[in-house]
Protein backbone atom coordinates (compact mmCIF):
# COMPACT_ATOMS: atom_id res chain seq x y z
CA UNK A 1 0.00 0.00 0.00
CA UNK A 2 1.09 3.59 -0.83
CA UNK A 3 0.51 6.31 1.69
CA UNK A 4 -1.82 7.95 -0.42
CA UNK A 5 -4.09 4.96 0.39
CA UNK A 6 -2.83 4.37 3.41
CA UNK A 7 -3.62 7.65 5.09
CA UNK A 8 -7.05 8.16 3.67
CA UNK A 9 -10.00 8.80 6.39
CA UNK A 10 -12.07 5.41 7.64
CA UNK A 11 -15.12 6.99 5.97
CA UNK A 12 -13.57 7.45 2.30
CA UNK A 13 -12.03 4.31 2.05
CA UNK A 14 -14.38 2.11 -0.25
CA UNK A 15 -11.98 -1.15 -1.39
CA UNK A 16 -13.59 -3.76 -3.48
CA UNK A 17 -12.62 -7.65 -2.09
CA UNK A 18 -12.38 -10.71 -4.49
CA UNK A 19 -13.17 -12.51 -1.33
CA UNK A 20 -16.82 -13.31 -0.60
CA UNK A 21 -19.17 -11.72 1.57
CA UNK A 22 -18.85 -12.67 5.38
CA UNK A 23 -21.60 -14.49 5.58
CA UNK A 24 -21.25 -16.20 2.51
CA UNK A 25 -18.04 -17.71 3.82
CA UNK A 26 -19.39 -19.00 6.61
CA UNK A 27 -22.15 -20.74 4.68
CA UNK A 28 -19.45 -22.21 2.23
CA UNK A 29 -17.59 -23.79 5.84
CA UNK A 30 -20.99 -24.71 6.89
CA UNK A 31 -21.07 -26.75 3.94
CA UNK A 32 -17.35 -27.96 3.67
CA UNK A 33 -18.20 -29.33 7.20
CA UNK A 34 -21.62 -30.96 6.02
CA UNK A 35 -19.14 -32.82 3.30
CA UNK A 36 -16.48 -34.00 6.39
CA UNK A 37 -19.56 -35.59 8.10
CA UNK A 38 -19.64 -37.90 4.52
CA UNK A 39 -16.04 -38.32 4.71
CA UNK A 40 -14.77 -38.75 7.99
CA UNK A 41 -15.26 -41.73 10.19
CA UNK A 42 -18.21 -41.31 12.95
CA UNK A 43 -16.71 -42.04 16.76
CA UNK A 44 -17.11 -41.29 19.88
CA UNK A 45 -15.23 -41.35 23.71
CA UNK A 46 -17.07 -42.36 26.98
CA UNK A 47 -17.34 -39.01 28.98
CA UNK A 48 -17.64 -38.33 32.65
CA UNK A 49 -19.42 -35.08 32.70
CA UNK A 50 -17.89 -32.90 29.54
CA UNK A 51 -14.78 -34.50 29.90
CA UNK A 52 -13.62 -37.38 27.59
CA UNK A 53 -12.46 -40.49 29.08
CA UNK A 54 -8.94 -41.76 27.44
CA UNK A 55 -8.73 -45.18 25.59
CA UNK A 56 -12.39 -45.31 25.41
CA UNK A 57 -12.69 -44.22 21.70
CA UNK A 58 -14.58 -46.27 19.53
CA UNK A 59 -16.31 -46.19 15.76
CA UNK A 60 -19.96 -45.85 14.92
CA UNK A 61 -21.56 -47.28 12.34
CA UNK A 62 -22.56 -44.80 9.41
CA UNK A 63 -24.91 -44.47 6.55
CA UNK A 64 -22.51 -42.65 3.79
CA UNK A 65 -24.92 -42.96 0.73
CA UNK A 66 -26.50 -39.25 -0.84
CA UNK A 67 -30.04 -40.86 0.32
CA UNK A 68 -28.78 -39.21 3.52
CA UNK A 69 -28.32 -35.98 2.41
CA UNK A 70 -31.98 -35.35 1.21
CA UNK A 71 -33.48 -36.62 4.34
CA UNK A 72 -36.48 -34.63 5.11
CA UNK A 73 -36.32 -34.96 8.67
CA UNK A 74 -32.63 -34.45 10.67
CA UNK A 75 -31.42 -37.93 11.62
CA UNK A 76 -30.23 -38.47 15.49
CA UNK A 77 -26.67 -39.80 16.15
CA UNK A 78 -26.53 -41.52 19.02
CA UNK A 79 -24.59 -44.61 21.13
CA UNK A 80 -25.26 -47.15 18.45
CA UNK A 81 -25.20 -45.58 14.97
CA UNK A 82 -24.11 -42.02 13.72
CA UNK A 83 -25.37 -40.26 10.43
CA UNK A 84 -23.87 -37.55 8.44
CA UNK A 85 -25.66 -34.34 7.90
CA UNK A 86 -28.14 -33.74 5.52
CA UNK A 87 -29.35 -30.35 3.94
CA UNK A 88 -32.19 -30.06 6.18
CA UNK A 89 -29.85 -30.68 9.46
CA UNK A 90 -26.99 -28.23 8.06
CA UNK A 91 -29.61 -25.84 7.75
CA UNK A 92 -31.13 -26.49 11.03
CA UNK A 93 -27.93 -25.87 12.49
CA UNK A 94 -27.90 -22.00 11.59
CA UNK A 95 -30.71 -21.09 13.97
CA UNK A 96 -29.43 -23.62 16.58
CA UNK A 97 -25.67 -21.89 16.17
CA UNK A 98 -27.87 -18.45 16.98
CA UNK A 99 -29.73 -20.12 19.81
CA UNK A 100 -26.76 -21.44 21.57
CA UNK A 101 -24.91 -18.19 21.21
CA UNK A 102 -27.35 -15.97 21.75
CA UNK A 103 -25.73 -14.57 25.00
CA UNK A 104 -22.67 -13.79 22.90
CA UNK A 105 -24.61 -12.46 20.05
CA UNK A 106 -27.09 -9.97 22.36
CA UNK A 107 -23.58 -9.20 24.36
CA UNK A 108 -22.22 -8.11 20.75
CA UNK A 109 -25.28 -6.04 20.12
CA UNK A 110 -25.17 -4.68 23.45
CA UNK A 111 -22.06 -3.03 23.11
CA UNK A 112 -22.79 -1.35 19.85
CA UNK A 113 -25.66 0.15 21.88
CA UNK A 114 -23.96 1.60 24.51
CA UNK A 115 -21.45 2.76 22.43
CA UNK A 116 -24.47 4.65 20.01
CA UNK A 117 -25.27 6.33 22.62
CA UNK A 118 -21.61 7.36 23.70
CA UNK A 119 -21.06 8.35 20.19
CA UNK A 120 -23.88 10.68 19.97
CA UNK A 121 -23.50 13.04 23.32
CA UNK A 122 -19.81 13.65 21.32
CA UNK A 123 -17.55 12.67 24.27
CA UNK A 124 -15.33 10.45 22.69
CA UNK A 125 -14.59 12.49 20.00
CA UNK A 126 -13.63 15.20 22.28
CA UNK A 127 -11.80 12.88 24.06
CA UNK A 128 -9.86 11.76 21.61
CA UNK A 129 -8.88 14.42 20.19
CA UNK A 130 -8.18 15.99 23.53
CA UNK A 131 -5.71 12.63 23.60
CA UNK A 132 -3.77 13.37 20.16
CA UNK A 133 -3.36 16.83 21.45
CA UNK A 134 -1.35 15.44 24.56
CA UNK A 135 0.43 13.17 22.35
CA UNK A 136 1.16 15.18 19.51
CA UNK A 137 -0.55 12.79 17.37
CA UNK A 138 2.40 10.19 17.93
CA UNK A 139 1.65 6.77 16.97
CA UNK A 140 4.72 5.45 17.55
CA UNK A 141 3.90 6.18 21.14
CA UNK A 142 0.21 5.77 21.49
CA UNK A 143 0.13 2.32 19.89
CA UNK A 144 2.97 0.64 22.27
CA UNK A 145 1.23 2.01 25.63
CA UNK A 146 -2.40 0.71 24.21
CA UNK A 147 -1.33 -2.63 23.24
CA UNK A 148 0.73 -3.33 26.33
CA UNK A 149 -2.58 -2.16 28.36
CA UNK A 150 -4.83 -4.37 26.11
CA UNK A 151 -2.57 -7.66 26.24
CA UNK A 152 -1.98 -7.79 30.24
CA UNK A 153 -6.29 -7.79 30.62
CA UNK A 154 -6.29 -10.84 28.11
CA UNK A 155 -3.03 -12.70 29.13
CA UNK A 156 -3.28 -11.97 33.13
CA UNK A 157 -7.54 -11.65 33.59
CA UNK A 158 -8.68 -13.94 30.46
CA UNK A 159 -10.07 -10.45 28.45
CA UNK A 160 -11.18 -10.94 25.05
CA UNK A 161 -14.95 -10.59 24.24
CA UNK A 162 -15.02 -7.61 26.13
CA UNK A 163 -12.38 -5.82 23.62
CA UNK A 164 -15.28 -5.70 21.09
CA UNK A 165 -16.17 -2.26 23.22
CA UNK A 166 -12.24 -1.03 22.69
CA UNK A 167 -12.80 -1.47 18.59
CA UNK A 168 -14.90 1.55 18.25
CA UNK A 169 -12.76 3.46 20.52
CA UNK A 170 -9.95 3.02 18.32
CA UNK A 171 -11.49 3.55 14.91
CA UNK A 172 -12.19 7.08 15.79
CA UNK A 173 -8.76 7.36 16.94
CA UNK A 174 -7.42 5.98 13.61
CA UNK A 175 -9.88 8.26 11.46
CA UNK A 176 -8.04 11.65 13.57
CA UNK A 177 -4.67 9.83 12.32
CA UNK A 178 -5.94 9.12 9.28
CA UNK A 179 -4.98 5.52 9.40
CA UNK A 180 -7.54 2.97 8.36
CA UNK A 181 -9.40 0.78 10.02
CA UNK A 182 -6.78 -2.29 9.39
CA UNK A 183 -4.50 -0.58 12.12
CA UNK A 184 -7.30 -0.09 14.68
CA UNK A 185 -8.62 -3.74 14.20
CA UNK A 186 -5.12 -5.10 14.46
CA UNK A 187 -3.97 -2.93 17.36
CA UNK A 188 -6.41 -4.39 19.22
CA UNK A 189 -6.60 -8.20 17.83
CA UNK A 190 -2.96 -8.71 17.79
CA UNK A 191 -2.27 -7.57 21.55
CA UNK A 192 -5.23 -9.74 22.92
CA UNK A 193 -4.43 -12.77 21.02
CA UNK A 194 -1.13 -12.42 22.28
CA UNK A 195 -2.33 -12.67 25.35
CA UNK A 196 -4.39 -15.21 24.81
CA UNK A 197 -1.84 -17.55 23.87
CA UNK A 198 1.00 -16.60 26.50
CA UNK A 199 -1.99 -16.80 29.37
CA UNK A 200 0.33 -15.69 32.51
CA UNK A 201 -2.43 -16.09 34.82
CA UNK A 202 -5.63 -16.04 32.40
CA UNK A 203 -8.39 -17.90 34.47
CA UNK A 204 -10.49 -18.95 31.49
CA UNK A 205 -7.86 -21.03 30.17
CA UNK A 206 -5.77 -22.27 32.41
CA UNK A 207 -8.05 -23.13 35.59
CA UNK A 208 -9.74 -25.53 33.08
CA UNK A 209 -6.56 -26.66 30.83
CA UNK A 210 -4.12 -27.58 33.85
CA UNK A 211 -6.13 -29.31 36.56
CA UNK A 212 -6.48 -31.98 33.25
CA UNK A 213 -3.07 -32.67 33.40
CA UNK A 214 -2.55 -32.91 37.00
CA UNK A 215 -0.68 -29.20 37.15
CA UNK A 216 -1.41 -26.42 39.70
CA UNK A 217 -3.58 -24.27 38.77
CA UNK A 218 -2.41 -20.91 37.49
CA UNK A 219 1.46 -22.37 38.03
CA UNK A 220 4.38 -22.27 35.71
CA UNK A 221 4.11 -18.74 35.09
CA UNK A 222 7.19 -17.64 34.43
CA UNK A 223 8.34 -19.24 31.19
CA UNK A 224 4.59 -17.81 30.10
CA UNK A 225 5.76 -14.25 31.20
CA UNK A 226 8.56 -14.26 29.30
CA UNK A 227 6.39 -15.57 26.51
CA UNK A 228 4.29 -12.97 26.86
CA UNK A 229 7.02 -10.45 26.78
CA UNK A 230 8.43 -11.71 23.81
CA UNK A 231 5.58 -12.16 21.96
CA UNK A 232 3.91 -8.53 22.88
CA UNK A 233 7.34 -7.06 21.65
CA UNK A 234 7.24 -8.92 18.37
CA UNK A 235 3.54 -7.90 17.96
CA UNK A 236 4.20 -4.27 18.22
CA UNK A 237 7.52 -3.47 15.92
CA UNK A 238 4.74 -5.75 13.19
CA UNK A 239 2.02 -3.10 13.72
CA UNK A 240 4.55 0.00 13.92
CA UNK A 241 6.61 -1.88 11.52
CA UNK A 242 3.55 -1.61 8.90
CA UNK A 243 2.71 2.01 9.90
CA UNK A 244 6.32 3.27 8.86
CA UNK A 245 6.14 0.97 5.21
CA UNK A 246 2.69 3.07 4.44
CA UNK A 247 5.16 6.33 4.81
CA UNK A 248 3.01 7.67 6.97
CA UNK A 249 2.92 10.93 8.91
CA UNK A 250 1.54 13.28 11.62
CA UNK A 251 -1.77 14.98 9.69
CA UNK A 252 -1.32 18.32 9.51
CA UNK A 253 -4.38 19.34 10.25
CA UNK A 254 -4.70 17.75 13.75
CA UNK A 255 -6.47 20.36 16.48
CA UNK A 256 -4.20 20.14 19.34
CA UNK A 257 -5.93 23.08 21.44
CA UNK A 258 -9.09 20.70 21.70
CA UNK A 259 -11.31 22.04 25.20
CA UNK A 260 -13.38 19.24 27.47
CA UNK A 261 -16.77 20.29 28.47
CA UNK A 262 -17.86 19.74 31.58
CA UNK A 263 -20.57 17.50 30.37
CA UNK A 264 -18.04 15.81 28.37
CA UNK A 265 -15.58 15.07 31.31
CA UNK A 266 -18.45 13.61 33.42
CA UNK A 267 -19.50 11.32 30.29
CA UNK A 268 -16.27 9.99 30.00
CA UNK A 269 -15.65 9.82 33.78
CA UNK A 270 -18.49 7.23 33.63
CA UNK A 271 -16.58 5.24 31.04
CA UNK A 272 -13.77 5.07 32.77
CA UNK A 273 -15.76 3.60 35.55
CA UNK A 274 -17.67 1.64 33.89
CA UNK A 275 -14.29 0.07 32.40
CA UNK A 276 -13.13 -0.78 36.06
CA UNK A 277 -16.32 -2.07 36.82
CA UNK A 278 -16.19 -4.17 34.19
CA UNK A 279 -12.69 -5.65 34.74
CA UNK A 280 -13.67 -6.09 38.92
CA UNK A 281 -17.08 -8.26 37.20
CA UNK A 282 -15.49 -10.32 34.84
CA UNK A 283 -12.32 -11.45 37.30
CA UNK A 284 -14.21 -10.83 40.66
CA UNK A 285 -17.76 -11.86 39.75
CA UNK A 286 -16.93 -13.94 37.15
CA UNK A 287 -20.15 -12.59 34.85
CA UNK A 288 -20.59 -14.41 31.71
CA UNK A 289 -22.25 -13.07 28.30
CA UNK A 290 -25.41 -12.31 30.05
CA UNK A 291 -24.04 -10.21 32.95
CA UNK A 292 -22.23 -7.82 30.63
CA UNK A 293 -24.99 -7.37 28.12
CA UNK A 294 -26.78 -6.27 30.90
CA UNK A 295 -23.70 -4.23 32.02
CA UNK A 296 -23.99 -2.53 29.08
CA UNK A 297 -27.16 -1.35 29.00
CA UNK A 298 -26.69 -0.04 32.00
CA UNK A 299 -23.71 2.10 31.26
CA UNK A 300 -25.84 3.43 27.93
CA UNK A 301 -28.53 4.81 30.20
CA UNK A 302 -26.05 6.35 32.53
CA UNK A 303 -24.46 7.77 29.66
CA UNK A 304 -27.72 9.73 28.46
CA UNK A 305 -28.50 10.67 31.65
CA UNK A 306 -25.17 12.01 32.41
CA UNK A 307 -25.29 13.83 28.93
CA UNK A 308 -28.78 15.13 29.28
CA UNK A 309 -29.90 13.05 26.31
CA UNK A 310 -34.01 12.81 25.74
CA UNK A 311 -35.57 9.20 25.98
CA UNK A 312 -36.26 9.18 21.95
CA UNK A 313 -32.77 10.47 20.98
CA UNK A 314 -31.01 8.08 23.89
CA UNK A 315 -33.34 5.21 22.76
CA UNK A 316 -32.35 5.63 18.49
CA UNK A 317 -28.87 6.16 19.16
CA UNK A 318 -29.39 2.48 21.21
CA UNK A 319 -30.61 1.07 18.36
CA UNK A 320 -28.56 2.52 15.81
CA UNK A 321 -25.70 0.94 17.56
CA UNK A 322 -26.67 -2.01 17.65
CA UNK A 323 -27.59 -2.11 14.09
CA UNK A 324 -23.73 -1.67 13.59
CA UNK A 325 -22.94 -4.99 15.41
CA UNK A 326 -25.85 -6.98 13.80
CA UNK A 327 -23.31 -8.61 11.17
CA UNK A 328 -20.76 -9.48 14.19
CA UNK A 329 -23.17 -11.20 16.04
CA UNK A 330 -24.56 -12.97 12.98
CA UNK A 331 -21.42 -14.31 12.47
CA UNK A 332 -20.79 -15.81 15.82
CA UNK A 333 -24.06 -17.67 15.42
CA UNK A 334 -23.06 -19.16 12.17
CA UNK A 335 -19.22 -20.54 13.58
CA UNK A 336 -21.04 -22.25 16.32
CA UNK A 337 -23.12 -23.91 13.51
CA UNK A 338 -20.10 -25.61 12.10
CA UNK A 339 -19.48 -27.28 15.80
CA UNK A 340 -23.04 -28.51 16.07
CA UNK A 341 -22.82 -29.78 12.44
CA UNK A 342 -19.85 -31.88 13.32
CA UNK A 343 -20.85 -32.72 16.66
CA UNK A 344 -24.49 -34.11 15.74
CA UNK A 345 -22.39 -36.32 13.28
CA UNK A 346 -19.75 -37.52 15.97
CA UNK A 347 -16.98 -36.78 13.87
CA UNK A 348 -14.91 -34.46 16.46
CA UNK A 349 -14.10 -37.05 18.59
CA UNK A 350 -12.62 -38.95 15.42
CA UNK A 351 -10.67 -35.90 14.32
CA UNK A 352 -9.01 -35.42 18.20
CA UNK A 353 -8.31 -39.40 18.33
CA UNK A 354 -6.42 -39.49 14.90
CA UNK A 355 -4.36 -36.56 15.58
CA UNK A 356 -3.88 -37.96 18.89
CA UNK A 357 -2.14 -41.20 17.28
CA UNK A 358 0.30 -39.02 15.11
CA UNK A 359 2.17 -37.89 17.89
CA UNK A 360 2.55 -40.63 19.47
CA UNK A 361 5.68 -42.41 19.42
CA UNK A 362 8.04 -39.34 18.77
CA UNK A 363 10.77 -38.00 20.61
CA UNK A 364 9.60 -35.69 23.00
CA UNK A 365 10.78 -32.70 21.11
CA UNK A 366 8.75 -33.96 18.25
CA UNK A 367 6.16 -35.08 20.48
CA UNK A 368 5.45 -31.86 22.37
CA UNK A 369 5.76 -29.74 18.71
CA UNK A 370 2.58 -32.13 17.20
CA UNK A 371 0.76 -31.28 20.13
CA UNK A 372 0.65 -27.50 18.83
CA UNK A 373 -0.20 -28.82 15.68
CA UNK A 374 -2.88 -30.72 17.01
CA UNK A 375 -4.30 -27.97 18.77
CA UNK A 376 -4.07 -25.68 15.98
CA UNK A 377 -6.01 -27.98 14.13
CA UNK A 378 -8.41 -28.47 16.73
CA UNK A 379 -8.83 -24.78 16.55
CA UNK A 380 -10.80 -24.49 13.79
CA UNK A 381 -13.05 -27.14 14.56
CA UNK A 382 -14.04 -25.90 18.29
CA UNK A 383 -12.86 -22.55 18.54
CA UNK A 384 -14.15 -22.50 22.39
CA UNK A 385 -11.06 -22.52 24.72
CA UNK A 386 -12.99 -24.80 27.07
CA UNK A 387 -14.23 -27.08 24.51
CA UNK A 388 -10.82 -27.51 23.37
CA UNK A 389 -9.20 -28.30 26.57
CA UNK A 390 -12.15 -30.55 27.67
CA UNK A 391 -11.68 -32.67 24.52
CA UNK A 392 -7.82 -32.74 24.02
CA UNK A 393 -6.38 -32.57 27.63
CA UNK A 394 -7.18 -36.04 28.54
CA UNK A 395 -6.17 -37.50 25.41
CA UNK A 396 -2.87 -35.89 24.93
CA UNK A 397 -1.97 -35.58 28.72
CA UNK A 398 -1.53 -39.30 29.03
CA UNK A 399 0.20 -39.58 25.79
CA UNK A 400 2.55 -36.30 27.29
CA UNK A 401 3.45 -38.58 30.06
CA UNK A 402 4.71 -41.56 28.51
CA UNK A 403 6.81 -39.33 25.70
CA UNK A 404 8.45 -37.64 28.70
CA UNK A 405 6.60 -34.39 28.58
CA UNK A 406 5.25 -33.11 31.38
CA UNK A 407 1.93 -31.44 31.91
CA UNK A 408 3.12 -28.40 32.07
CA UNK A 409 4.80 -28.14 28.64
CA UNK A 410 1.32 -29.76 27.25
CA UNK A 411 -0.52 -27.06 28.42
CA UNK A 412 1.30 -24.85 27.07
CA UNK A 413 1.29 -27.20 23.57
CA UNK A 414 -2.57 -26.53 24.07
CA UNK A 415 -2.33 -22.26 25.02
CA UNK A 416 0.19 -21.80 22.21
CA UNK A 417 -2.32 -23.82 19.47
CA UNK A 418 -5.18 -22.57 20.87
CA UNK A 419 -3.92 -18.72 20.64
CA UNK A 420 -2.14 -19.36 17.03
CA UNK A 421 -4.88 -20.60 14.97
CA UNK A 422 -7.62 -17.88 16.43
CA UNK A 423 -5.27 -15.14 14.91
CA UNK A 424 -6.65 -16.87 11.22
CA UNK A 425 -9.18 -19.11 11.51
CA UNK A 426 -12.73 -17.90 9.85
CA UNK A 427 -14.52 -20.33 12.05
CA UNK A 428 -13.98 -18.03 14.82
CA UNK A 429 -17.16 -15.88 15.78
CA UNK A 430 -14.88 -13.38 18.11
CA UNK A 431 -12.34 -12.71 15.62
CA UNK A 432 -15.10 -12.24 13.22
CA UNK A 433 -16.91 -10.35 15.60
CA UNK A 434 -13.42 -8.16 16.13
CA UNK A 435 -13.48 -7.60 12.37
CA UNK A 436 -17.05 -7.09 11.53
CA UNK A 437 -16.56 -4.30 14.42
CA UNK A 438 -13.78 -2.60 13.05
CA UNK A 439 -14.85 -2.66 9.60
CA UNK A 440 -12.15 -4.76 8.16
CA UNK A 441 -12.74 -7.94 5.12
CA UNK A 442 -11.23 -10.84 6.14
CA UNK A 443 -9.20 -11.14 2.62
CA UNK A 444 -7.87 -8.07 4.14
CA UNK A 445 -6.73 -9.15 7.66
CA UNK A 446 -5.20 -12.64 6.37
CA UNK A 447 -2.96 -10.61 4.07
CA UNK A 448 -1.76 -8.16 7.07
CA UNK A 449 -1.72 -10.85 9.16
CA UNK A 450 -0.40 -14.36 8.14
CA UNK A 451 3.31 -13.05 7.91
CA UNK A 452 3.51 -12.28 12.00
CA UNK A 453 0.98 -15.59 12.74
CA UNK A 454 3.80 -17.72 10.35
CA UNK A 455 6.35 -15.55 12.69
CA UNK A 456 4.96 -16.85 15.91
CA UNK A 457 3.94 -20.16 15.10
CA UNK A 458 7.74 -21.12 13.93
CA UNK A 459 8.96 -19.09 17.17
CA UNK A 460 6.23 -21.21 19.42
CA UNK A 461 7.96 -24.37 17.63
CA UNK A 462 11.27 -23.67 19.27
CA UNK A 463 9.50 -22.96 22.41
CA UNK A 464 8.35 -25.81 22.60
CA UNK A 465 11.83 -27.16 22.34
CA UNK A 466 13.40 -25.20 24.89
CA UNK A 467 10.72 -25.84 27.39
CA UNK A 468 11.06 -29.93 26.53
CA UNK A 469 15.30 -29.29 27.44
CA UNK A 470 14.48 -27.38 30.57
CA UNK A 471 12.20 -29.75 31.95
CA UNK A 472 9.29 -27.13 32.07
Same mark, same amino acid.
Given at each position: ?????? %?????????? =???? !?? @??????? @???????????????????????????Y??????????????????????????P?????????????? *?????????????????????? %???????????????????????????????????????I??????????????????????????? *???????????????????? *???P??????? =????????????????? @????LL !???????????????????????????????????????? %??????? $????????????????????????????????????????????????????????????????????????? !????????G?????????????? %???????????????? !????????????????????? $?? *????S????????????????W???????????????????????????
Amino acid at each position: MNQQTE %TLPIKDVHVK =SRMP !HP @IMMMLLI @ILVAAGLTYVLDSGEFQRSGHMVVPGTYKTLDKTRDLHSLFEPAPAKSDGGKAYPASVVSAMVAIPNGL *VKSASLVFMVMFIGGMFGVLRK %TGALDAGIDRLLALTRGNVYALAPILMFAIACGSTFLGLISEYLVIIPMVLMLAERLRLRPLFATAL *VAIAAKIGYLASVTNPLALL *VAQPLVQVPPL =SGAGLRAAIFVLYLVIG @IAYLLL !HVKKTGYTIPADLDYGSKLSTRHVLVLAVLGASVAGLVLG %TSRSHWG $NPQLGAYYIFVGMLIAVIARMSAREASEAFIEGMKGMMLGGLLIGLAKAVEIILDESRVLDTVIYQLASLVEG !HSPSLAAQGMVAVEMVLDVLIPS %TSGKAAISMPILGPIG !HLAGISGQTVVLAFLFGNGLT $NM *VTPTSGMLLAYLATGRVSFSAWLRFILPLFCILTALSMVMMVVAVQIGY
